[in-house]
């Protein structure tokens, strides 16, 4: 099952695992092996530690599920209260206070209360944008124009009403 998700090098290093053991590993034993070959355990604390949100929050949520992967298969003690707290102070400070306020109780409460403070703050954002007037506007129900004036031509007026010598215009 597992070679079904690797590519490249992960998925050549995986196939000759499984011919060097004859007993097969827990899963646990297994991660561990994997982040030490494909990457080493301080990078990945420190890159955990260092994450911020630099894009949207469904970005970064997504790449937080990854650390928080690797994170969670080299130190299995750390938990729920520390992965809820070390997502929201990596996420952008128009974003984070929010949450402080709201103290989500589990990673998918932080995540659906993050990704409203997200989509708030964009509505906000689209509110106070200037709106570009047209040059018409009403006055009571009647429409006015604010466009320049154009110049009046009275020899197309005759009696009132408009004059033309064609019958169809």
């Keep these: 099952?597992?070679?079904?998700?690797?590519?490249?090098?992960?998925?050549?290093?995986?196939?000759?695992?499984i011919r060097e053991n004859e007993s097969w590993m827990d899963w646990k034993e297994f991660a561990q092996i994997m982040c030490r070959r494909f990457g080493g355990k301080e990078d990945s604390v420190e890159e955990f530690n260092k994450l911020i949100q630099d894009k949207s929050v469904d970005d970064y949520i997504e790449r937080f599920e990854e650390l928080r992967k690797l994170m969670s298969a080299?130190?299995?003690?750390?938990?729920?209260?520390?992965?809820?707290?070390s997502f929201i102070s990596g996420l952008k400070e128009d974003i984070k206070p929010m949450l402080k306020i709201l103290k989500p109780a589990n990673m998918l409460m932080a995540f659906e209360q993050a990704r409203w403070q997200e989509e708030s703050n964009n509505a906000l954002a689209r509110r106070s944008r200037p709106v570009q007037r047209s040059n018409t506007t009403f006055n009571n129900g009647r429409v006015t124009s604010n466009a320049p004036p154009t110049a009046f031509n009275s020899n197309r007026m005759e009696g009132g009403r408009p004059h033309s010598n064609s019958l169809f215009e």
């Design 1 to 17: 099952m597992v070679s079904y998700y690797l590519e490249g090098k992960a998925d050549i290093w995986f196939e000759g695992l």
């Design 74 to 85: 080299l130190n299995p003690s750390l938990t729920e209260f520390y992965y809820v707290y």
